[in-house]
């Protein structure tokens, strides 16, 4: 839908989503609760977190691409969805 | 095969009793097989395996994508635990999971440090099992001992 920054391709959206789909079926099977966030640790310390949400109904899938993992960084989440929302719907966003 | 599996549950369940908030310890094969795990809480061995498995092959494709060789760890939080999955070797995996009690960096540090122990086991193993062969190799190339020969031209002689 949208990039900012080195994203690496549009082939990326497509795994970035599968990753979550994935992650959320282990969490049924081993009943873990919702799934909040997931993560890959790469080289140098560099992480790609992986978020999903539900705006209008409709399912986003959120990647994030650091040098390291940035303080607050469910806050700075919920911050970027917010605003997807707002551009998205135009409304503020609700956590279902 | 079984002697490296064996250690490998000893070593896991080691683990989980060690650590309080570690719930489950889980090693499986690349393509899904469980091999070994321990845990506190009841898991579907077989069914997490393959999602396991799964969730590392896509981290590892979009590593790749990002311009990586594969990625390190995968984590995956939710509201009740943490989970991370890790290569253990070419060949395994482990995945390694924790209430949310339980600090990220410690799961991370602790799923690194098992690793290292497992693919000492497995290689630790193999080598005891090429030891083996080559003994046993050694065993059918000596020559029959010089009774058994003599006893062997004795018996053919009497037998003519």
């Given amino acids: 839908m949208a990039e900012a920054g080195r994203a690496p391709g549009e082939e ?40 999903e ?13 650091c040098g390291g993992v940035p303080a607050g960084v469910q806050s700075l989440i919920g911050k970027i969805v917010a605003c997807v929302s707002k551009a998205l719907t135009g409304n503020e966003y609700r956590e279902l | 095969m079984s002697n490296y599996k064996d250690a490998c549950r000893r070593e896991l369940k080691h683990l989980v009793e060690r650590e309080q908030h570690l719930d ?26 393959a999602m396991c498995s799964s969730m590392l092959s896509l981290g590892d494709a979009l590593a790749i994508q990002g311009g990586d060789d594969n990625c390190i760890q995968v984590v995956t939080q939710s509201m009740g635990r943490t989970v ?19 600090k990220l960096g410690m799961l991370l540090g602790h799923a690194r440090k098992e690793v290292e122990v497992i693919v000492e086991l497995v290689n630790k193993s193999h080598h005891e099992e090429r030891i083996t062969e080559q003994e046993k190799t050694i065993e059918q190339k000596k020559p029959a001992l010089l009774e058994e020969l003599v006893k062997r031209v004795m018996q053919e002689a009497q037998e003519r």
């Fill in chain 1, 12 to 51: 990326f959206a497509a795994y970035s989503t599968s990753l979550m789909e994935t992650s959320q079926t282990m969490a049924d099977i081993a009943d873990l609760g919702n799934p909040v966030c997931s993560a890959l640790v790469l080289n140098k310390g560099r992480m790609l977190l992986m978020h």
């Fill in chain 1, 53 to 65: 949400a539900t705006i209008d109904g409709q399912a986003i899938y959120l990647s994030i691409l």
């Fill in chain 2, 24 to 49: 489950a310890a889980l090693l499986c094969s690349v393509d899904g097989l469980p091999i070994a795990y321990a845990s506190t809480i009841e898991i579907e061995a077989d069914a997490l395996s």
């Fill in chain 2, 84 to 102: 991370a999955l890790i290569h253990a070797g070419q060949e395994m995996l482990l995945t390694l999971m924790g209430s949310r009690e339980l």
